[in-house]
């Protein structure tokens, strides 16, 4: 298997839907999950380029992993559930130290998953739709969260898109900014590595070198 260009990762606490997340934009379905053990990944050919998507687990149990699949990472979705505010908490106080081994221009986006629950606007009602919600979080808290996390790694805002780009609010049952999400990620990580300076190879080309003639130094004579 070719190695991936670039690696995404999605962190967040248990039960706000990462794993949905990923198999409403991969499959185009809602699936009622079980917690993630440890971690999975998804390839996506985003251009030319393969792209590794990380799902986590958000089990406490689970948490020392996190850092181990951030490493290298281009890319972190920190995600919450917007009907649950103890979830945007978790982010900043488990969550945040885990993309310390993430490169150090990595992009992040703050995605706050279930908004289904507390709004009625986002298309056909289902047959049996579920009970509505109290929204707890707002995406003025997530913004918020996106510029503390700037100062946490001592990144500086201008170089980074704007917070108001990079905060949704998704829905992974009814698929509500889950595309503009993942392709807003991808498009942005893409463009990093156009950016990136082409290492030159070490390697000296033999039958190039024993077949090319010896030039003589001007100093000689």
Same mark, same amino acid.
């Given at each position: 298997?070719?190695?991936?260009?670039?690696?995404?990762? =999605? *962190?967040?606490?248990? +039960?706000?839907?990462?794993?949905?997340?990923? /198999? #409403?934009?991969?499959?185009?379905?809602? #699936?009622?999950? @079980? !917690?993630?053990?440890?971690?999975?990944?998804?390839?996506?050919?985003?251009?030319? /380029?393969?792209? !590794?998507?990380?799902?986590?687990?958000?089990?406490?149990?689970? /948490?020392?992993?996190?850092?181990?699949?951030?490493?290298?990472?281009?890319?972190?979705? *920190? $995600?919450?559930?917007?009907? +649950?505010?103890?979830? *945007?908490?978790?982010?900043?106080?488990? @969550?945040?130290?885990?993309?310390? $081994?993430? #490169?150090?221009?990595?992009? @992040?986006?703050?995605?706050? +998953?279930?908004?289904?629950?507390?709004?009625? %606007?986002?298309?056909?009602?289902?047959a049996f739709p579920a009970p509505r919600a109290n929204?707890?979080?707002? &995406?003025?808290?997530?913004?918020?969260?996106?510029?503390?996390?700037?100062?946490?790694?001592?990144?500086?805002?201008?170089?980074?898109?704007?917070?108001? &780009?990079?905060?949704?609010? %998704? !829905?992974?049952? $009814?698929?509500? +900014?889950?595309?503009?999400?993942?392709?807003? =990620?991808?498009?942005?990580?893409?463009?990093?590595?156009?950016? &990136?300076?082409?290492?030159?190879?070490? $390697?000296?080309?033999?039958? #190039?070198?024993?077949?090319? &003639?010896?030039?003589?130094?001007?100093?000689? %004579?």
């Amino acid at each position: 298997m070719m190695k991936p260009d670039v690696k995404v990762v =999605i *962190l967040g606490d248990m +039960n706000v839907g990462k794993t949905s997340l990923l /198999h #409403q934009y991969t499959e185009r379905r809602f #699936q009622e999950t @079980f !917690s993630t053990i440890g971690g999975a990944f998804f390839l996506k050919q985003w251009g030319r /380029h393969s792209v !590794s998507i990380w799902d986590t687990a958000g089990r406490e149990q689970f /948490h020392g992993l996190g850092s181990m699949y951030c490493r290298g990472a281009a890319a972190v979705i *920190l $995600t919450y559930d917007v009907t +649950n505010r103890q979830s *945007l908490r978790e982010l900043e106080e488990r @969550f945040l130290s885990l993309t310390d $081994t993430a #490169q150090p221009d990595c992009i @992040f986006a703050v995605v706050g +998953n279930k908004s289904d629950l507390t709004d009625e %606007t986002q298309g056909p009602v289902p047959a049996f739709p579920a009970p509505r919600a109290n929204k707890q979080v707002f &995406k003025e808290d997530a913004i918020n969260l996106y510029k503390q996390l700037l100062k946490y790694k001592m990144l500086d805002e201008k170089d980074f898109p704007l917070a108001e &780009k990079m905060c949704f609010e %998704t !829905s992974a049952k $009814t698929g509500y +900014n889950v595309d503009l999400l993942f392709e807003t =990620i991808f498009d942005l990580v893409i463009a990093g590595i156009a950016k &990136k300076p082409v290492k030159c190879s070490d $390697t000296v080309d033999l039958k #190039q070198s024993m077949n090319s &003639k010896p030039r003589k130094s001007p100093c000689c %004579t």
